[in-house]
């Protein structure tokens, strides 16, 4: 009888060590290791001891396995000895029995919920132990990760996961249905955007900069300064590309406050800022990252033939990120107006960025930033006013055109227009013939 209780009591102990390295595995697995390195940052030992297992994870878990099974084995053949004598050669098959439901509830299910549960906790607490067990069996780790490295080649790690777990990370955040959430995810999803975004696609065209020709009187500069809502301009001399430097409205007031507010004292040349340059093609993240290091918050962009592109400003990579920013001295101008029927009214500048954010929209920016340039980039031609055009889900009617600049657009969704269909039908059907 004594043995049998003593038989019992260490079975007992072995499932209960592999209901530990079934929690453990299953804990390490599913640890968020965000969450671990800001604890180890913060000082945790238990949280830095788990960042380092997770470091080695594949090695950790194959001492986990090799723990487990050997704990399972052996309590599986201590039952079977056990039954054996109790039930003579029906005891194997007693023996099987029980120990599958006993291995399966409680050392494999029960364990592995509740480190489901609450994986980062159960991590912290089985640190220290999962660090001394993958101590005692590293050299059988050791072999037999040399033995899975043959079988099964390690592939390099591609180095857009982390940005792709990252990115699912705040889709996910997004889902909560709240509010603010929403918006969060969107300005994270922005940031992570700034790389792969180029300044000439966010910049204020040179076709609507506004710019200070030198060769105006100094009156007349002053007033296009205070008619103006920037506070810096770019200034040109001759043609409006040659751009000899930057006008900064606090400085000119400086200096005409010095002058006792004489215009004609004035050297305007002498107060003009030497003008920054910068590539289009530049990422918004390499810009944000000048604009900080310059201290600087306005640079014109030009192309490759050093030509005039554009204007870029600090505000507009902000903007980027959080949205329009409006002061009280900006111009309320959205350039998007929504109709009564599902339709949209939009100006031909908006960015294509602008609209899939604000509109939750899936139009394409690989080819064209601006609306109109999406319409003359799909179309292959410069359509008339009035004219019609459907592709990439929406329809789009021309409603205003600048010369051979399209102006305003009238934009309805494909599901709009199927919805209306839809509509016309069963007007049809209930009307009397």
């Known amino acids: ?13 072995l499932l209960a060590a592999s209901a530990f390295f079934s929690g453990s595995e299953t804990a390490l697995t599913g640890a968020n290791t965000a969450r ?15 960042e380092r297992l997770i470091a080695i994870k594949d090695r950790v878990v194959s001492a986990i396995l090799i723990g487990n099974n050997l704990v399972n084995i052996l309590a599986s053949a201590l039952a079977t000895m056990l039954f054996s004598t109790l039930f003579g050669g029906f005891g194997v098959v007693v023996a099987t029995v029980v120990m599958t439901v006993l291995v399966v509830v409680f050392a494999e299910v029960l364990p592995k919920t509740f480190a489901l549960r609450q994986p980062d906790t159960v991590a912290l607490r089985v640190s220290r132990p999962l660090a001394v067990l993958t101590g005692l069996f590293a050299p059988a780790t050791f072999a037999l990760q040399q033995v899975i490295s043959l079988l099964l080649p390690d592939r390099n790690r591609d180095d857009d996961e982390g940005e792709e777990a990252l990115r699912g990370a705040i ?7 709240d509010a603010e959430d929403e918006a969060e995810s969107q300005m994270l999803g ?9 300044v000439d696609e966010i910049m204020t065209h040179r076709s609507q900069i506004e710019s200070l020709d030198l060769g105006q009187s100094n009156a007349d500069l002053i007033d296009a300064v205070l008619n103006s809502t920037f506070t810096r301009l770019p200034v040109w001399r001759d043609q409006p590309d040659n751009i000899v430097g930057v006008l900064h409205a606090k400085n000119l007031f400086r200096a005409l406050r010095r002058a006792d507010g004489d215009p004609e004292m004035l050297n305007i040349s002498a107060i003009v800022a030497t003008p920054w340059f910068v590539p289009g093609t530049a990422s918004l993240l390499e810009q944000l990252q000048h604009f900080r290091s310059r201290r600087e918050h306005f640079a014109l962009v030009v192309d490759e033939y050093g030509g005039l592109e554009g204007v870029v400003t600090l505000e507009d990579i902000l903007e980027e990120i959080v949205g329009d920013i409006d002061d009280e001295e900006d111009e309320v101008r959205r350039g998007i107006q929504r109709e009564a029927g599902g339709s949209f009214i939009i100006d ?17 920016d690989d080819r064209a930033s601006t609306l109109a340039g999406f319409v003359l980039y799909e179309s292959r031609q410069i359509p008339e006013v009035g004219q019609v055009l459907s592709f990439q889900g929406f329809q789009f009617e021309i409603l205003g055109r600048d010369r051979l600049r399209i102006t305003r657009l009238r934009v309805t969704p494909e599901s709009v227009l199927a919805q209306r269909r839809r509509n016309q039908r069963k007007t049809s059907e209930q009307t009397p013939q």
Not at 36 to 50: C, E, N, Q, T, V
Not at 190 to 198: M, R
Not at 353 to 362: A, F, G, I, P, T
Request: charged residues 20%; positive net charge.
């Open 1 to 13: 009888m004594t043995t049998v209780v003593a038989i019992s009591a260490v079975i007992v102990l």
């Open 36 to 50: 671990m390195h800001l604890l180890a940052k913060g000082g945790d030992k238990r949280a830095a001891r788990s």
């Open 171 to 177: 889709a996910l955040h997004a889902t909560s249905g």
């Open 190 to 198: 922005s940031i992570l955007d700034l790389e792969d975004v180029a």
């Open 348 to 364: 031909g500048e908006i960015s294509l960025r602008d609209l899939n954010r604000n509109l939750s929209w899936r139009l394409p």
